[in-house]
């Protein structure tokens, strides 16, 4: 375990191998209770720390009960809060928030742009909205001072041409995946090929316990976005 002190109430808190990170915003202003949004807290973040009277969590992905109320996003906008004196905008579409701190440099993204795990698919997805979520990251990264990009697992990285070869190499391996997916369900040999398929797909820098499992979901969902 790992606590990092960003910025002034601004702290990522980092756990297991590989590591995953949670970023905590605390607003404390005089004559006013404390806030804390939390963005990917742990399972068990609202009985392991202290959190503020009003906490509130915010996922980059599907969202998960952690027993703290959930920050509402809409698919498609683009939410701008303040939390104390940290700006922050919110990029939601159908399976990820994407998360900037333009004062800062800052970007969680996600599942998206890790050395170390897998982007993932959202149920029921095709791989389109993960793919138009990464031709996003990029524009972020490229636009804008960069301080820190911090993925949901895995290093965190202030080298942008290092963050744009991670999404780029996200962005090949949904292509890679649709691509072969797409013809195995259209040759009916799905079934026939799905094990070569995981085999041949799974990138080689990514075969670990962790990556086999996302990737495995990856292409089952995948074939059920296809075949619905």
């Not at 804390?36 to 959190?51: K, M």
């Not at 906490?55 to 027993?67: E, I, M, N, Q, Y």
């Not at 170390?116 to 490229?142: F, Q």
């Not at 942008?160 to 797409?182: I, P, W």
Request: hydrophobic share 40%.
């Amino acid at each position: 375990m790992k606590i990092s002190q960003l910025y002034d109430q601004l702290e990522m808190y980092s756990e297991g191998d590989p590591p995953s990170h949670s970023l905590f915003v605390l607003a404390r202003l005089l004559g006013t209770p404390d806030r804390l949004l939390i963005i990917d807290p742990p399972d068990d973040a609202a009985t392991r720390f202290d959190v503020a009277e009003e906490s509130a969590a915010l996922f980059t992905s599907a969202a998960r009960d952690v027993g703290l109320p959930l920050v509402q996003t809409q698919p498609g906008g683009i939410a701008h809060i303040n939390v104390g004196r940290h700006l922050l905008d919110i990029y939601s579409q159908q399976h990820a928030n994407l998360i900037c701190f333009p004062a800062m440099g800052i970007i969680c993204g996600g599942s998206f742009g890790s050395d170390l795990a897998l982007p993932e698919l959202g149920e029921d997805s095709n791989g389109e909205d993960e793919i138009e979520s990464l031709r996003l990251l990029a524009r972020l990264v490229k636009g804008r001072r960069l301080q820190l990009y911090i993925p949901r697992t895995g290093s965190v990285s202030s080298d942008k041409v290092e963050v744009m070869g991670r999404l780029a190499a996200d962005v090949s391996y949904f292509h890679g995946l649709r691509r072969t997916v797409s013809q195995a369900v259209a040759e009916n040999k799905f079934w026939s090929q799905s094990e070569q398929i995981t085999e041949t797909l799974l990138p080689e820098n990514r075969r670990t316990p962790p990556a086999l499992t996302t990737h495995r979901q990856n292409v089952e969902r995948l074939y059920n976005a296809m075949v619905a």
